[in-house]
């Protein structure tokens, strides 16, 4: 039996409510609200954050659907607890930052580096690559035109995770076979940014996850333009 890889009618809504909100949330307020209640210690004994804590913050940053704000939380709540974790709901900010193509390696490092150390683990690379691949496939499915649709055959939505796993497993080897020089298993900003300048296959990839709410268009740097070298201030 082959299982749908999309449910057209409920991620059509989804993407499109999402596509309308992302101008107008302040992602990065959003970030600091979570960064506060990190420091505050507002996690279970577990370390996790119950999803009533997730939804306030969607509420307070100006989303009013409970229909939409349970669908965000659902694509990133793989194990369906109502437990989140920091990178579980990092990743959600991410789906609503725009900007540049810059501007949105940076939000994502802030997601990425939470502790605020300056530095980031190739653990917490996975986690949070994890979060946003599986979002992705849970918001457009599986299917490509680089591959035949039968490979997909027999996989569905409870197999996501572990798939978005495995790709973010892969991505972030090669993000740090080329980005680790000193091979300390961490990155700062200034070497994931060069990273992100190399461009290629992965870095493509990586910005394809950064976008999936809206389109690449006049925020791409084919239209601003970087000169490679250039750092903006972490």
């Not at 409870?158 to 497993?169: G, L």
């Amino acid at each position: 039996m082959a299982y749908p890889t999309v449910d057209v009618k409920s991620h059509f809504h989804l993407l499109e409510s999402m596509r309308e909100l992302a101008p107008v949330i302040d992602a990065p307020k959003m970030l600091d609200q979570f960064l506060a209640a990190l420091k505050a210690d507002k996690t279970d004994e577990d370390g996790l954050f119950d999803a009533k804590f997730v939804r306030k913050l969607f509420v307070e940053s100006g989303i009013d659907d409970g229909a939409l704000i349970d669908h965000l939380i659902n694509i990133v709540d793989w194990n369906e607890n109502e437990k989140l974790t920091k990178y579980e709901i990092a990743a959600l900010f991410t789906l609503f930052n725009v900007g540049t193509d810059v501007e949105r390696y940076q939000f994502l490092f802030h997601c990425l580096d939470l502790d605020q150390s300056g530095t980031v683990y190739k653990e917490e690379f996975k986690e949070i690559l994890t979060c946003l691949i599986e979002a992705k496939y849970h918001i457009y499915g599986l299917l490509n035109e680089h591959d035949p649709d039968e490979i997909y055959d027999n996989i569905g939505p409870d197999d996501y995770h572990t798939m978005a796993k495995y790709a973010s497993n892969q991505l972030v080897r090669k993000i740090f076979i080329y980005a680790d020089q000193k091979r300390r298993g961490k990155l700062n900003w200034t070497e994931f940014l060069h990273w992100c300048y190399r461009g290629g296959s992965e870095v493509l990839a990586l910005k394809e996850l950064l976008y999936q709410t809206h389109e690449q268009g006049v925020a791409s740097e084919k239209v601003h333009g970087y000169k490679v070298g250039y750092i903006p201030g972490y």
